[in-house]
């Protein structure tokens, strides 16, 4: 069995993010482990050579971020998190604080882009899958039951 002691869980506050966070926060209270919920802040927010300067002022953002960073809490109080907000590219803070928190495992949500999307966005999920220092887990959101017929069936049990 792995030993879980700490678990980073990076998060966008997408709904794929949330659903990730119910895992890490099931994982945690399992292990008795220390939970560490990121949000990274990007530093090129503010300015686009595109657009120009947004106006935007980032003290608030910061503080707007820091609220729904701390309002993430697990729903069972034994689970002890930890809350980080960083500032840098997405990829290198989540491995940064992996690295120096040692963690033991990275619970993630992935939007799971592909083709034209992800070569355009990139994948934060896939470069930390590469670069991590510990195993890393990347959940999707399930089907939709809307769109179970488009699901794939589950592998009928092999009997002899």
Do not use: W
């Not at 604080?97 to 993630?108: F, G, N, T």
Request: proline share 9%.
């Amino acid at each position: 069995m792995l030993p879980v002691k700490t678990i980073l869980h990076p998060t966008d506050f997408s709904e794929h993010s949330q659903y990730a966070f119910r895992l890490a926060c099931s994982l945690a209270r399992d292990y008795g482990a220390r939970l560490i919920v990121a949000h990274v802040m990007s530093p090129h927010l503010y300015n686009s050579p595109e657009m120009g300067p947004l106006i935007l002022d980032p003290v608030m953002i910061e503080q707007e971020s820091k609220m729904r960073l701390l309002a993430l809490k697990p729903a069972d109080d034994h689970v002890v998190v930890d809350h980080r907000l960083c500032i840098g590219g997405a990829a290198a803070e989540i491995i940064a604080v992996a690295q120096d928190e040692k963690c033991d495992l990275i619970v993630m949500g992935t939007h799971g882009r592909s083709g034209f999307g992800r070569l355009l966005l990139g994948s934060v999920a896939e470069a930390v899958l590469r670069r991590a220092p510990c195993p890393v887990l990347t959940l999707k959101l399930p089907f939709p039951a809307s769109d179970a017929s488009t699901a794939p069936s589950p592998p009928e049990p092999v009997r002899d």
